[in-house]
């Protein structure tokens, strides 16, 4: 049986819902290997290795970073970097830090309508965690004022709402080339959700490969078809690794691990190109 490979998963280190612990023995359970992708943090990594090497599971580190592309958000996700590279982590750093001034914003803006203080939303979330609209719509539903964070994010939290903020984020140019820097393989995260129209263009894309972006997440629920037509077409073209994953985030969303996965060619080349840290091959 080919190998069970899911390169994208979120614990309470950021916006998911389970430890590092719960995750990887979750994972266990279904797949050969998994990459945990935090936003913006590296700080589940080492208890989830030290489960992940307990259960025989592969282990793949990994963070989904935050970019931006004018008023497009990128997310880029990045295997076997350095966690000591200067250069990334205090790009990061940066981001976690407005990240969260960010969404006291939100959060004061909320406050003009409804009952929500900032003390609500930093119940929800863990200490250390990289702070999002996620753990606001936690709060919300914990207050009673929307009963999931689906509702939240198609009410409140929607930036039509009237309350939304941005945050600071790098350029994927910049992202890319950090990884890089950090030994790492960067694929840009679920690259068209919303159509082709609205992806980044052909001539960016150009200039990230160019720069030494490794792949594209063409397998994920929230991809649209047109979009990964003409996707599978530059990956072909200018060989890019190729992953599928589910972006699980525990209860937070209804993704479910292993729902789409990635092949161990794929993940070969991923492996043989990341030089930052170490993997965890499954022992089982
Ligand atoms: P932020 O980065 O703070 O703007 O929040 C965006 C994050 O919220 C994304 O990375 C998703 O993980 C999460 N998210 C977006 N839409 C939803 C949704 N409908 N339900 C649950 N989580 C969501
Ligand atoms: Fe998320
Ligand atoms: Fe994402
Ligand atoms: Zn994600």
Redesign the pocket.
Known sequence: MPARIDLHT?SNRS?GTQTPTELMREASAVLDWVALTD?DTTAGWAEARSVAEDLGLGFIPGMEI?AKDGWRSV?ILAYLIDPGSPGLMAELQRVRDD?SAR?ERIVKNISRDYELTWEDVVAQTRDGATV???HI?DALVAKGIVSD??DA??GILHPRAGYYEG?YAPSPLDVVGLIKAAGGVSVVAHPTPSGRARMMSLEAYDELIDAGLGGLELDHRENTADGVAVLRKLAKKRDLIVTGSS?Y?GA??PNRLGENTTSEAMLKRILEAGTGSQPLHPAR
């Open positions: 979120h916006d936003h935050s997310h990240r969404a999002g609209r996620p719509a964070r689906g994010f198609d945050h972006d985030h937070g969303k």
